[in-house]
């Protein structure tokens, strides 16, 4: 979530705000904010509560602390509703943009225009994947994601392929193996693992120890850009 929504939302309802709340989507502030809300109106002891908010893969939960047992029926009741709507309307609602959605499978919950953009990002990540395959793991799970941010994807492609056309030159394929690739919504993480390189490529080893080190750096730097509306923000 950008600064600035997570400013307004710990800003407006600071007796309820809770860190869970920053690594959520900016599409889902409006209905987080409706659903604090909904708990003003609960009773006097919301004051002494905290809300603890979770993603899962069916929805947005809301878990309030401490124990609320102490509460008249009529207030649990209207913890519970607001907990169900914040559920139901997370399964409704685009992640990115707050406009009506829905999931496919497990995905995301978007919009026809942003569902349309995801399927394009994920026909670009196949082939950059597909000509890259040899730097990865046969067996590697979800560690190689490369559906990153659109702003993140040229730095992303123009790195993997650099170290694809040295391992190619240097005649070293398999001796080289990207282990991990991960965009966790705030940081992309990558990892190299090196078997069976002999002493003789140590500068290679070094050289893409640099690409990759440079490529988490730039990220960090593109998405600081991103979410602050730099100049350099797509």
């Known amino acids: 979530m950008t600064p600035e929504n997570i400013d307004h939302l710990r800003t407006v309802y600071k007796r309820y705000y809770h860190t869970t709340v920053d690594s959520l989507p900016d599409g889902w502030v409006a209905i987080i904010d409706d659903f604090f809300l909904a708990l003003e109106g609960v009773g006097d002891l919301n004051e002494a509560v905290s809300v603890r908010l979770e993603r899962t893969l069916t929805g947005l939960k809301a878990f309030a602390f401490p124990e609320v047992s102490r509460w008249h029926p009529e207030q649990s009741n209207a913890l519970r509703a607001a907990q169900r709507g914040l559920y139901g309307l997370s399964q409704q609602t685009c992640e990115i943009c707050g406009n009506p959605g829905a999931a496919d499978g497990d995905g995301p919950v978007l919009c026809i225009g942003h569902a349309t953009e995801a399927a394009g990002e994920l026909d670009r990540a ?5 000509e890259c395959r040899i730097l990865f793991p046969e067996v590697h799970g979800k560690a190689i994601d490369l559906s990153v941010p659109d702003y993140m994807f040229d730095l992303l492609s123009n790195t993997l392929r650099a170290i694809l056309k040295l391992v190619v030159e240097e005649d070293i394929v398999g001796k080289v193996l990207i282990t991990r690739i991960e965009w966790d919504g705030e940081a992309l993480f990558v990892r190299v693992r090196y078997q069976n390189l002999e002493a003789v490529f140590m500068g290679t080893q070094m050289a893409i120890n640099e690409m ?13 850009k991103h979410q602050h509306g730099g100049s350099d923000a797509s």
């Open 126 to 130: 196949k082939v950059l994947y597909d």
């Open 212 to 224: 990759v080190a440079d490529l988490e750096t730039l990220s960090d730097e593109l998405t600081r």
